[in-house]
């Protein structure tokens, strides 16, 4: 069972235009949500995170958008660039003193057309 | 800065032979963490370790085993592989055993080739 859901699969948006991806959870526990970016044969890359006691994050051009009651989160790219084309990943974790892992969404593919 | 270190970058096994991975932590991140992603797909969590003692364990095969040294450096190793544990084999690291709150860095990844 997939706990984190994403959407579009793949996405492709002129240069300029803004990206949406979204993603849903199950797990009311959890309680951090990062975004990453990953190049090919790279590693993923934190590009920003939200806890859920805040309904939105701005990081430059990246937003996090949060919606506790609909358990959903969704990471909004303002004015695109062929540089942003990757794939990106939500992810959530738990919360605890000792390490936790993340559970990833399944991924949305990017293109930037120029 | 320092970052999260793989090696080796690429590797290519036959069938029932054993493989190693080596990761090497940021200096000071006692926490570390094992992911596996095949070709197209998302990371899956594989097993970590918080001061030297397995901490959580996720979808790891009996086939591995890992362990995390003085170091802090840590070892996952394969045996008998099969052509599907062909994938991209990441270590990611985080300090004082938390993510929410700390970023978890990844390494840059290892290729691992079964044939």
């Known amino acids: ?114 | 800065a320092a970052g999260v270190i793989q090696s080796p970058r690429h590797l290519i096994k036959e069938k029932r032979e054993t493989a190693t991975l080596k990761c090497y932590p940021i200096p000071r991140h006692d926490t570390v963490y094992w992911y596996q992603q095949g070709p197209g797909q998302d990371p899956q969590f594989l097993i970590s370790f918080y001061e030297k003692m397995q901490s959580d364990k996720g979808s790891i095969p009996d086939r591995f085993s890992a362990q995390q040294f003085s170091d802090y450096h840590s070892e996952l190793n394969m045996s008998s592989l099969e052509l599907g544990d062909s994938a991209l084999y990441f270590c990611a690291s985080t300090p004082n055993g938390r993510i929410s709150g700390n970023t978890i860095y990844f390494g840059e990844g290892s290729w691992l080739t079964v044939v």
């Open chain 1, 1 to 114: 069972q997939q706990q984190v859901k994403q959407s579009p699969q793949s996405l492709i948006v002129q240069k300029g235009g803004i990206s949406i991806i979204n993603c849903a959870y199950e797990n009311t526990a959890f309680d951090y949500f990062p975004w990453y970016q990953q190049f090919p044969g790279k590693g993923p890359a934190l590009l920003i995170a939200i806890r859920p006691d805040v309904s939105e994050k701005k990081e430059g051009r990246f937003t996090i958008s949060f919606n506790k009651s609909a358990k959903q989160f969704s990471l909004h790219i303002m004015d695109s660039q062929p540089g942003d084309s990757a794939t990106y990943f939500c992810a959530a974790s738990l919360p605890g003193g000792s390490a936790r892992q993340l559970t990833f969404g399944s991924g949305t593919q990017l293109t930037v057309l120029p």
